[in-house]
Structure formats: C-alpha cells, structure tokens
C-alpha cells in the first residue's frame, strides 16, 4: 500500500490500491465508531441516517476533486449508476456474511448480546 507521507508517493499515480481501500474502508469504519459512542457508557449509537448523510457529503466532496467524473452531466450520470450497482452489491454482500448477521442478531434483534 501506498499511504501518504511514506516516501512513496509516486505509487499514487501506479493504479488502484486495494490496500488503500482496505485502510480508509476501516478507518472511516472506526471513525464512525468512535464518533457515535455515548461519552462515559461504553455505549455506541448508530445514527444511520446521519452517518449515512455525513459519507454521502464526504464522498460528494471527493468525488468532485474528480474532473473526469464531474465534467459533464451525462458522464456523471453514469458515474453514479456504476456507483448504486457497486452499492447494490455490496449491501447484497455484507447482508450474506455470516459474521455480520452474528453482529446484527446480538445488537439490533434481541440476540445474546446488546439491543439498539
């Protein structure tokens, strides 16, 4: 992986890096941990909307750093249908995972664990 400030930034121009997905994936992950827990509880709330309003501002603004993407509207437009499928598929993925239904049944469905 090719992280900022390690002396190797012309890697960022070699193609993608599913590293570097992988650390902002769990990054922004404990960021929104980190910024939902009830200060004094060991409790964490996830506020989805708001989180979910928060990432789509934060990825609006990153994906208008992008010229490519945002130059013209249908070039957008089709940006944004290759996103909704990449989303599509990756709810469908995260939904079929074993380990996360664990955390949902325990957390949110009056599992063994805590409820929401």
């Known amino acids: 992986m090719t992280a900022p400030g390690d002396g190797k930034g012309a890697g960022a121009f070699e193609g993608y890096d599913a590293a570097f997905e992988s650390a902002m994936s769990a990054a922004v992950t404990k960021a929104i941990i980190e910024t939902s827990k009830v200060p004094g509880s060991g409790v964490v709330i996830l506020r989805t909307a708001e989180t979910a309003s928060a990432l789509t501002t934060a990825l609006a603004g990153m994906l208008s750093m992008s010229l490519g993407a945002?130059?013209?509207?249908?070039?957008?437009s089709k940006m944004l249908r290759e996103l909704r499928k990449r989303l599509d598929r990756r709810i469908a993925l995260m939904r079929s995972d074993a380990a996360f239904q664990d955390f949902?049944?325990?957390?949110?469905h009056g599992g063994t664990g805590?409820?929401?």
């Open 70 to 76: 945002t130059d013209s509207k249908p070039v957008t």
């Open 114 to 116: 805590g409820n929401a």
């Open 104 to 108: 949902m049944s325990r957390v949110f």
